[in-house]
């Protein structure tokens, strides 16, 4: 497929994802030219009501999950993350970008990269009303370490696997090179990764793999 085409596919998936959240919210939906900002400005409208409601209905996770993939742009896809953080915690998300990762396709894969970087904002009692009852919220809806090393476990088979050079590089460039970051039950994984980094063609690939070496002494 030619990258003009997967991009037009990619734009197509984010409106369709952002109409269902607005739809969900109550969010009217409106003409924008050239249309190709539409599902920018629609995700703009609805920037605020996700942030100042005291909670999210339960249909709303996947498709605010979604929007967040799908969102082309690094730098805006925290407008869908950061509520879904307040409202269902910071333990739920980091999950379901773990699923997207194992199991999504190459672009959902992209964006569930992107998206994992805005999920470790830190959260605020005065930022959004979702935070918890009088300002306190419960730790159990954040803890998450698990969930970073299953993460971890996730990103070094999906270099091992792909044949993409791209995802390569997002998912190892994104990889810690200190092995103190990796529980003891991936260290073999680790050993494979760094082998087969140490010898790949790419030059900035092979370049984590000296920094994660040098690290190791």
């Known amino acids: 497929m030619a990258e003009d085409e997967q991009n ?8 369709m994802c952002v109409t269902e959240v607005a739809r ?29 409601r005291a909670g999210l209905p339960e ?9 967040a993939v799908y969102d082309p742009d690094p730098s ?5 993350v950061e509520p879904a953080l307040y409202a269902f915690g910071r333990r739920r998300v ?11 396709t190459d ?19 005065d930022r959004s009303p979702a935070y918890g009852p009088g300002g306190v919220r419960d730790p159990a809806l954040d803890e998450s370490q698990d969930i970073k090393d299953t ?26 090179t200190s092995h103190e970051a990796y529980p003891p039950r991936l260290h073999e994984l680790l050993e494979s990764t760094l082998a087969s980094a140490q010898t790949h063609p790419d030059k900035h690939i092979r370049r984590w793999a000296a920094a994660a070496d040098h690290d190791e002494v």
């Open 107 to 125: 672009a959902e894969r992209a964006g569930a990269v992107r998206a994992w970087y805005c999920a470790h904002l830190p959260l605020r009692a």
């Open 151 to 176: 993460w971890l476990e996730a990103s070094m088979r999906v270099f091992a696997e792909t044949t993409d050079l791209r995802m390569r590089h997002r998912v190892l460039l994104g990889l810690p």
């Open 24 to 52: 969900l919210l109550g969010v009217e939906d409106v003409e924008t030219k050239p249309e190709e900002r539409r599902a920018r400005h629609l995700a703009h409208a609805m920037r605020k009501p996700l942030l100042e």
């Open 8 to 15: 037009d596919m990619e734009a197509c998936s984010f409106l």
């Open 76 to 80: 805006f896809c925290r407008w869908f």
């Open 59 to 67: 249909e709303l996770f996947a498709p605010l999950m979604a929007a």
């Open 94 to 104: 980091l999950s379901a970008l773990v699923d997207c990762l194992r199991t999504g």
